[in-house]
């Protein structure tokens, strides 16, 4: 799916008349007669072509005057898949406002994490969504009212604030203007019995959607298998974990369903809730193209198969990019079980403790400078081993390496392998898994020889990476499918 669809109007118009929720997300239909912008597979009647016209965003739709449907609600549909495949500027700025910089530091805040002016970011994003920086986090701010509005009982005062509102008139103007109902219609609009309906105080029940397919084995299965205790269990059909977030803490409850994943989020801070979504949508990856990336992968005769009998995999992801990078270090050729003993011994020992009523969570994941303080001789690894975890933790804590959601891939990925003891397979496990690079691939990866051999493909790294350049942009899904053909408990939804 290239760029700008939204700029293909023959495209457009046959994704809504043929109602084709694959492309919600990727770009929003106003029209023009009532006002209102919708998803492309809203189930009203489509209006007449010379009616619609197309943008790039909701902030655009909204900037340009038109009012979210009632009926398909366009501000829930997946984020745009652009931005996960994308290392460019516009990208890195989407992924950092999804992960709530404009309402924490401001537009000035969000230029300095780029390394561009404030004017360059603007014209970028204007250019290419229709709308700059504060609209985007002011469309995003609606959203998340929206969403406390109609799933909890709070009072509208704390939703304003939980939802980055700076007044209560902003919140009240802003859901108005945006939903065409005041805060207490949209609530009033609810079934009595979902009105409020929390059973657990402090605890938020959400819906994360997600295009279909998806397909949850090998994306929980890695999650569960790979878990360090006291900061990740599978209990009751979930996974659930700590969040580390910007103003407090918090625990989540994933639990995949049929058309979303069910999600249970305690928050220390109310005002986390937009990071922590946007934080565990990045870990299951759900803002990803199935579609595109199976149709690729389906051009190589060896993969099709593979893509046919499970369809949708998803790149297990991280919540906190340091810590993947970490957990990856503690993972080097060590088997599963031994890399999760070591990340639980340095969690009990630095991590900060959380309570957990629901079960037998008890730790953060310990952040750099914590790690970056501990004792090397404490360290249950050989020499060459602790010099790499120690420079790891010491350029996390300072700042020298940043991994963020607005990282640079390529810059990141040569400054990562510039740390004694850092190879290919550790850079591109974190550019795949923690930074959400879709083309990361691992050839010289255990698993992946051994499903190479099986299946007749190249074994050897250089004529394994030869082969994959078919399955550009799309290698790190093509790392999913052949992990998938082991039976190595990753790939399987525990019971």
């Given at each position: 799916?290239q760029n700008?669809?939204?700029t293909?109007?023959?495209r457009c118009?046959?994704a809504?008349?043929?109602k084709d929720?694959r492309?919600?997300?990727?770009f929003?239909?106003?029209?023009?007669?009532?006002?209102?912008?919708?998803?492309?597979s809203?189930?009203v009647?489509?209006?007449?072509?010379?009616?619609?016209?197309?943008?790039?965003?909701?902030?655009?739709c909204q900037?340009?005057?038109?009012?979210a449907?009632?009926?398909c609600?366009?501000?829930?549909s997946?984020?745009?898949?652009e931005?996960?495949q994308r290392a460019?500027?516009?990208?890195?700025a989407?992924?950092?406002i999804g992960?709530g910089?404009v309402?924490?530091?401001?537009?000035?805040g969000?230029?300095?994490?780029?390394?561009?002016?404030?004017?360059?970011?603007?014209?970028?994003?204007?250019?290419?969504l229709g709308?700059?920086?504060l609209?985007?986090?002011?469309?995003?701010?609606a959203?998340?009212?929206?969403?406390?509005?109609?799933t909890?009982?709070?009072?509208m005062a704390?939703?304003a604030?939980?939802?980055g509102?700076?007044?209560?008139?902003?919140?009240?103007d802003t859901?108005?203007?945006?939903?065409?109902l005041s805060p207490s219609?949209?609530?009033?609009?609810?079934?009595k019995?979902?009105?409020?309906?929390?059973?657990?105080?402090?605890?938020?029940?959400?819906r994360?959607?997600?295009?279909?397919?998806?397909?949850?084995?090998?994306?929980f299965?890695?999650?569960?298998a790979?878990a360090?205790p006291?900061?990740e269990?599978?209990r009751?059909?979930a996974?659930r974990r700590t969040l580390r977030?910007?103003y407090?803490?918090g625990?989540v409850?994933l639990?995949?369903?049929?058309?979303?994943?069910?999600?249970r989020l305690?928050?220390?801070?109310l005002?986390?809730?937009?990071?922590?979504i946007s934080?565990?949508?990045?870990?299951l990856?759900?803002?990803?193209?199935?579609v595109?990336v199976?149709?690729q992968l389906?051009?190589?005769?060896?993969?099709?198969p593979?893509v046919?009998?499970?369809p949708?995999r998803?790149?297990?992801?991280?919540?906190?990019?340091?810590?993947f990078?970490?957990?990856?270090?503690?993972?080097q050729?060590v088997?599963?079980?031994?890399?999760r003993t070591?990340?639980a011994?340095?969690v009990?020992?630095?991590?900060?403790?959380?309570?957990d009523?629901e079960?037998?969570?008890?730790h953060l994941?310990?952040?750099?400078?914590?790690?970056?303080?501990?004792?090397p001789?404490?360290?249950a690894?050989?020499r060459?081993r602790?010099i790499?975890f120690?420079t790891?933790?010491?350029?996390?804590?300072?700042?020298t390496?940043?991994?963020?959601?607005e990282s640079?891939?390529?810059?990141?990925?040569?400054?990562?392998l510039d740390?004694?003891g850092?190879?290919p397979?550790?850079?591109?496990?974190?550019?795949?898994?923690?930074?959400?690079?879709?083309d990361?691939?691992l050839?010289t990866?255990?698993?992946?020889?051994?499903?190479?051999q099986?299946l007749g493909l190249?074994s050897?790294?250089a004529?394994?990476?030869?082969?994959?350049?078919a399955?550009r942009?799309?290698?790190a899904?093509?790392?999913?499918y052949?992990w998938?053909?082991d039976?190595?408990p990753i790939n399987?939804?525990p019971?």
């Amino acid at each position: 799916m290239q760029n700008g669809m939204h700029t293909d109007t023959e495209r457009c118009l046959r994704a809504v008349q043929s109602k084709d929720a694959r492309f919600d997300g990727w770009f929003f239909t106003a029209v023009l007669t009532t006002r209102i912008y919708c998803r492309p597979s809203c189930p009203v009647v489509p209006p007449k072509a010379e009616n619609m016209t197309f943008f790039p965003s909701a902030a655009a739709c909204q900037q340009a005057g038109f009012r979210a449907c009632k009926r398909c609600r366009p501000d829930t549909s997946p984020g745009s898949p652009e931005w996960n495949q994308r290392a460019d500027l516009v990208a890195r700025a989407m992924r950092l406002i999804g992960d709530g910089v404009v309402d924490r530091e401001g537009v000035p805040g969000l230029a300095t994490r780029l390394g561009y002016s404030t004017r360059q970011i603007e014209r970028q994003l204007l250019a290419e969504l229709g709308a700059g920086p504060l609209a985007l986090a002011r469309a995003q701010r609606a959203q998340t009212a929206r969403l406390l509005i109609e799933t909890t009982p709070l009072p509208m005062a704390e939703i304003a604030f939980a939802a980055g509102f700076s007044s209560i008139r902003a919140f009240n103007d802003t859901v108005r203007e945006v939903f065409a109902l005041s805060p207490s219609e949209l609530r009033a609009r609810l079934p009595k019995k979902r009105a409020g309906a929390t059973p657990t105080p402090g605890v938020l029940s959400l819906r994360l959607p997600f295009r279909a397919p998806l397909n949850p084995d090998n994306l929980f299965g890695h999650l569960a298998a790979t878990a360090v205790p006291g900061v990740e269990e599978w209990r009751a059909g979930a996974y659930r974990r700590t969040l580390r977030l910007p103003y407090g803490h918090g625990i989540v409850a994933l639990t995949p369903q049929p058309d979303h994943i069910a999600c249970r989020l305690t928050l220390s801070d109310l005002r986390d809730l937009p990071v922590a979504i946007s934080r565990c949508r990045r870990m299951l990856d759900l803002d990803a193209d199935p579609v595109a990336v199976d149709d690729q992968l389906r051009t190589d005769p060896v993969l099709a198969p593979l893509v046919d009998k499970a369809p949708g995999r998803r790149v297990p992801r991280t919540v906190d990019e340091s810590e993947f990078a970490v957990r990856a270090v503690l993972g080097q050729q060590v088997s599963t079980a031994a890399a999760r003993t070591h990340a639980a011994r340095l969690v009990t020992a630095h991590g900060e403790t959380v309570d957990d009523p629901e079960g037998g969570l008890t730790h953060l994941f310990p952040s750099p400078e914590a790690l970056a303080a501990l004792d090397p001789e404490s360290l249950a690894m050989p020499r060459t081993r602790r010099i790499t975890f120690t420079t790891l933790a010491r350029q996390l804590a300072d700042g020298t390496i940043h991994l963020g959601v607005e990282s640079d891939w390529a810059e990141a990925r040569a400054r990562l392998l510039d740390l004694p003891g850092f190879g290919p397979w550790t850079v591109d496990v974190i550019a795949m898994r923690g930074l959400g690079d879709p083309d990361a691939f691992l050839p010289t990866d255990l698993g992946i020889r051994r499903a190479a051999q099986e299946l007749g493909l190249p074994s050897t790294p250089a004529a394994l990476t030869a082969r994959a350049a078919a399955w550009r942009p799309w290698r790190a899904y093509a790392v999913q499918y052949l992990w998938a053909t082991d039976s190595h408990p990753i790939n399987f939804l525990p019971v």
